[in-house]
């Protein structure tokens, strides 16, 4: 079931699913690498501003694509809980910390200004081009918090349904064009093209994003 044909595609059918938050104080914040094209696309949309919230995956120490938690820059590590109970402390600690030092090391190279937008007062939407287990979006939201905005959305492209319930108990609105209950196991099933994207790509992006908002 091919929804999207790129993340630009999936960004401009996502944005016009927001068109209630054109004209309102908001703040677009995408989680690299791979929701920043979609991101892009709804900050032009909105007119907004756009950030960058970075989280990495915690993989399991046996099998490092199965994800059994997230961590922030800012906010608490999230962890799928009968996971966590069967994992040496030590390489945990391990883990948490060279994640750290990965999300500073892009923090650096991607954006490296100090001034970030105030959230008080504004709606945050939390970007990504998908999800699976939802522990990055979990990161996301809790390292948002900190913040203190008005309100929290994740606008997504696809989210399985029980991930959507989920979500929903802890921010005010899931905004996706697909929602299902037959989720086809991994966010690249939906698009056409899936490319994996280079750090490079994510600063090209954010330059060009720069040039045409100040232009």
Known sequence: MVIFYDRQDAGSQLATKLSHYQHQDVVVYALPRGGLPIANEIAHYLSAPLELIITRKIGHPFNSEYAIGAISENGKAIYNPSEIMKVDDDWLMYEEAKLKNEIKRRR????????????????????????????????????????????????????????????????????????????????????????????????????????????
């Open 108 to 215: 650096l190279k991607y954006k490296k200004q100090d001034d970030y937008p105030s959230l008080i007062g504004k709606t945050a939407i939390l970007v990504d081009d998908g999800i699976a287990t939802g522990y990055t979006m979990l990161a996301a939201i809790d390292d948002i918090k900190k913040k203190n905005p008005k309100a929290i959305v994740v606008a997504i492209p696809v989210i399985p349904e029980f991930m959507a319930q989920k979500l929903e108990q802890a921010i005010q609105e899931v905004v996706t064009v697909e929602r299902t209950r037959h989720y086809l196991g991994a966010v690249s099933a939906y698009y056409e093209q899936f490319k994996q994207l280079s750090d490079d790509d994510v600063i090209t992006s954010l330059q060009f994003r720069a040039s045409t908002t100040n232009s």
